[in-house]
């Protein structure tokens, strides 16, 4: 049985929590300013221009989904506003990368649908029949 761990402090919960929001606020502050440096304050997605107040909603997205990524020359960036940002993720949610990390090696499932199941039985023309011996009431005699 492992030792349990002795339950944190709130003063040392509270210094953590700073700490680390903290860190991310000056990672962020560091790609956020030389990306609005480098780039026009439009977004990529739609076109939109941002100033003023509204820039805070011009996003940082980086193209590769790798937050550690940031080269000095912006290649991995691009600026979207929120929406467009929020779509980029989804898009790469549905690829099947669920939270940006990399998908695991299990092959997808067959699929049990066959698209060209029956299209023989549609492609064969459709049998003769033969002629009626009954003439029709047009050709009758009066």
């Not at 940031?70 to 990368?97: R, V």
Request: glycine share 6%; aromatic share 6%.
């Amino acid at each position: 049985m492992t030792p349990r761990k002795k339950p944190v402090r709130a003063e040392q919960q509270a210094r953590i929590l700073y700490e680390l929001r903290r860190d991310v606020a000056e990672r962020q502050r560091g790609y956020r300013e030389r990306a609005l440096r480098l780039f026009p304050h439009l977004c990529a997605g739609c076109g939109r221009e941002f100033s003023g107040k509204r820039l805070r909603e011009l996003t940082i997205h980086h193209k590769d989904h790798n937050h550690d990524n940031n080269p000095p020359d912006g290649s991995n960036w691009e600026l979207l506003c929120l929406y467009c940002h929020d779509h980029e993720h989804e898009k790469y949610k549905i690829a099947g990368h669920a939270d940006g990390s990399e998908t695991d090696d299990r092959a997808p499932s067959a699929s049990i649908f066959s698209p060209f199941d029956g299209l023989e039985s549609l492609l064969k023309p459709p049998e003769e029949k033969p002629p009626a011996e009954n003439p029709s009431p047009d050709t009758a005699p009066r």
